[in-house]
């Protein structure tokens, strides 16, 4: 029987990493951000109040509707694939619902300071100058690094949205399921930092090679308009290098990693101290 754990968190915060290493288990499948989360939000919404049906649908078949949605997407997997990652982030806003349906669930959340966060998406869309990227609905919001920085940062966009919903599982009652991996340790430290993510899994050791990964999403990346969003470098390691970003924007984006003071978060943190 298949067990799920949950990838979460920030953008461009080593989510696809962390994929990429947890895939040379053979016991494990992770993966780029899949669609379970919407099929998730819109099944919610159906039976809920506002809609015609949600009188109709009980709290139990609720929970096994969810459930199945999980069980049947991954269900083509082959049998030694016995504990799945799936990855979205909006799981995070989504706790108490996981944690009832798999109260053996666990959720890392990967994070990085939000400057540098900026700074890889704006690299990005400078190196698909000949792409919109699906990230902005329209020239005003593309217009300018501070439009798309200011977009970004929005409460229902990519980096505002993950933010608010990281914040919320950080300080809820739900924190002790939830480990929070900073980016920087991870790429300085990944054979110190995997192990503990098997210790708070509760799985047993596995031998992973650092310098030869593989991952690529080239369709995907392509359709979003943003190529090489997904592609992980062959060797873990830190790569040094200036912000692109005006001073006072980085600067500005950089005050926000509430996570580095755990105060009042029952969260397990592994992050680089200052």
């Known amino acids: 029987m298949q067990r799920f754990h949950f990838i979460s968190g920030l953008p461009r915060s080593g989510s696809t990493l962390l994929s ?13 951000s899949s669609p379970l989360a919407a099929f998730f939000s819109s099944l919610v919404a159906q039976v809920s109040v506002g809609s015609e049906w949600s009188a109709r649908v009980n709290t139990a078949q609720r929970r096994r509707l969810l459930h199945g949605l999980f069980e049947s997407y991954y269900a083509d997997l082959p049998p030694e694939k016995q504990v799945v990652f799936d990855t979205n ?9 996981l944690l009832d349906l798999f109260p053996q669930a666990r959720v890392i959340a990967c994070v990085r300071n939000v400057g540098w966060v900026m700074d ?9 100058p000949y792409e919109n990227t699906a990230l902005f609905s329209n020239d005003a919001e593309r217009s300018t690094v501070f439009t798309r920085t200011e977009t970004l940062a929005q409460r229902n966009r ?8 990281f914040k919320e599982a950080f300080y809820s009652e739900q924190g002790r399921a939830m480990l929070v991996v900073d980016y920087d340790l991870l790429v300085q430290r990944p054979a110190h930092v995997i192990p503990l993510i098997y210790q708070f899994l509760g799985e047993e050791a596995f031998p992973h090679d650092y310098d030869n990964l593989q991952f690529d999403t080239p369709d995907y990346d392509e359709g979003l308009g943003l190529a090489g969003l997904h592609k992980v470098r062959r060797k873990v390691g830190p790569e040094p290098r200036e912000t692109i970003l005006p001073p006072d924007v980085f600067e500005q984006y950089s005050k926000l990693s509430f996570w580095n003071n755990a105060a009042g978060s029952r969260c397990n943190v592994l992050m680089v101290r200052p």
């Open 20 to 32: 990429a290493i947890l895939s040379q288990n053979p016991r494990f499948h992770a993966g780029v």
């Open 89 to 97: 982030r909006v799981w995070t806003a989504r706790l108490p619902a």
């Open 158 to 165: 990519l980096v505002g949205l993950a933010y608010s919903g």
């Open 120 to 128: 890889s998406i704006e690299r990005l869309y400078r190196k698909n």
